[in-house]
């Protein structure tokens, strides 16, 4: 391994331990991805329980139903819809971002959470106009 | 029994399995499995009900008992039902098993977890399958235009 001087020792360099622990997921865009992968995975596990629960409510009775979903309906749960549907896109293209490091290489996993952000705000981009419209004009 | 005291700085080694299925990879296995077939599923789900015609402003039960009559929505949504759900399960175990430091806490929201799963996936797959497009005695403006051909 080619020496280097003190100071343009790379962190990987600096550090003890002969294999460098959490290249992936310490610090930087693997560790953003990290923390956003769980928070939305965690929104959409809650969610995923109402959701099943209202739809439910088709066995229950129309009238039943109906009412529930008319406040999904509202402009608040408009706004609530537009950042569900923000977190399932990110979680699903972080995810493939996830699958693409565990079974092709990891060498890109940096570039692939930018490639996963441009993505999301295009999904977003085609979704949140078309959707708020929706609601507010309802 | 012994201890091995391995060297200091020596890479570190996994302890050998003792046989018996190694759920913990089949469970990693799964999440990617079934996150790749959610993408679809989601995707197609969330572009149906909230981007086609009129979007969310369409929803009420005539369009999912439009939706729920037909065989292919039908297996759409269970399949949905079944993998999101373990797939939710599993994340939030894992979640579990990272933050609760205390064995006792761990065990009871790894049961919660497990319950609400169980308990989830039976009452939509029942829902499904038992579902009636046209329920009896209830107004006709409520339900698919399809319920007045009879």
Redesign the interface.
């Known amino acids: 391994m080619p020496q280097k001087t003190a100071g343009t020792l790379s962190y990987q360099q600096r550090t003890t331990s002969r294999r460098p622990a959490g290249t992936l997921y310490r610090g930087r865009e693997g560790m953003w991805s990290w923390v956003l992968h769980r928070i939305t995975g965690v929104a959409i596990f809650f969610f995923l329980l109402v959701h099943i629960l209202d739809t439910a409510l088709v066995r229950v009775s129309p009238e039943a139903y109906n009412a529930v979903i008319s406040t999904y309906q509202t402009p608040l749960m408009g706004l609530g819809e537009v950042a569900l549907v923000a977190a399932i896109v990110f979680h699903a293209f972080n995810g493939l971002r996830i699958i693409l490091i565990d079974f092709w290489t990891p060498k890109y996993h940096r570039a692939m959470f930018y490639v996963v952000i441009a993505l999301w705000v295009i999904t977003m981009l085609a979704f949140a106009p078309r959707h708020l419209i929706n609601v507010f004009s309802h | 029994m012994t201890t091995d005291i391995q060297a200091p700085?020596s890479?570190?080694t996994r302890a050998p399995r003792k046989g018996g299925i190694n759920w913990e990879k089949w469970g990693w296995i799964y999440m990617?499995v079934s996150?790749?077939i959610?993408?679809v599923l989601?995707?197609g789900h969330?572009f149906v009900n909230?981007?086609v015609g009129?979007?969310?402003?369409a929803?009420?039960?005539?369009f999912?008992?439009g939706k729920?009559s037909s065989p292919f929505w039908q297996v759409w949504d269970v399949v949905m039902?079944w993998l999101?759900?373990i797939h939710?399960?599993n994340?939030?175990r894992t979640?579990v098993n990272d933050y609760a430091t205390n064995a006792r806490t761990r065990r009871i929201l790894t049961g919660a977890i497990l319950a609400?799963v169980v308990v989830?996936t039976v009452?939509?797959t029942?829902?499904v399958y038992?579902?009636d497009p046209c329920?009896a005695g209830?107004?006709a403006d409520?339900?698919p235009l399809f319920c007045q051909a009879s």
Do not use: D, K, S
């Open positions: 700085r890479p570190y990617r996150g790749l959610l993408v989601i995707f969330l909230l981007m009129e979007g969310v402003n929803l009420n039960f005539a999912v008992a729920l039902l999101a759900l939710g399960g994340g939030m979640l609400a989830l009452l939509g029942l829902v038992t579902f329920p209830q107004p409520l339900l």
